[in-house]
């Protein structure tokens, strides 16, 4: 399990990586011939930590957001500076996702929940509006 937790680390994002390194959390451990002791751990350590737990209980790995760069464009593909935003649909509520613009046009929305019913996506530029509400796309 430890080599399966490992492989899953090396192929998150460098974004999803700084989250789990921003992370911090007492866990419960039991070395070999001992009690439980309690341990704080962070980054990687905790990652593995929480994915083996996963593994051995679910036999799943660990379920993490999306991460999805949505590009607003014209009908040519060049870059339009303007506001893109993506949201999804909890109880008949539409929740908005934290986004950062990475460069004009750009945007990156970094902890998309799994598993949602619908989202939507939608931009505004100067000069264009955008011509549906294309829900249950992706």
């Known amino acids: 399990m430890l080599a399966q937790a490992s492989r899953h680390w090396s192929h998150l994002s460098p974004s999803q990586k700084a ?50 760069c949505i590009m607003l464009v014209d009908e040519d593909l060049n870059a339009l500076d303007g506001d893109l935003s993506l949201s999804y649909k909890v109880a008949e509520e539409w929740v908005f996702c934290e986004k950062d613009e990475i460069v004009t046009g750009n945007w990156l929305f970094s902890t998309v929940p799994t598993e949602k019913a619908a989202y939507r996506p939608y931009g505004e530029a100067e000069g264009y509006i955008d011509p549906e509400l294309p829900e249950l796309q992706f």
Not at 34 to 57: C, M, N, P, W
């Open 19 to 68: 989250d789990w390194r921003r992370q911090i959390r007492w866990v419960s451990r039991i070395p070999p011939g001992s009690k439980s002791e309690d341990v704080i751990l962070k980054g990687r350590q905790l990652f593995i930590s929480e994915e083996i737990h996963s593994l051995a209980t679910t036999q799943k790995q660990l379920v993490l957001p999306y991460e999805l």
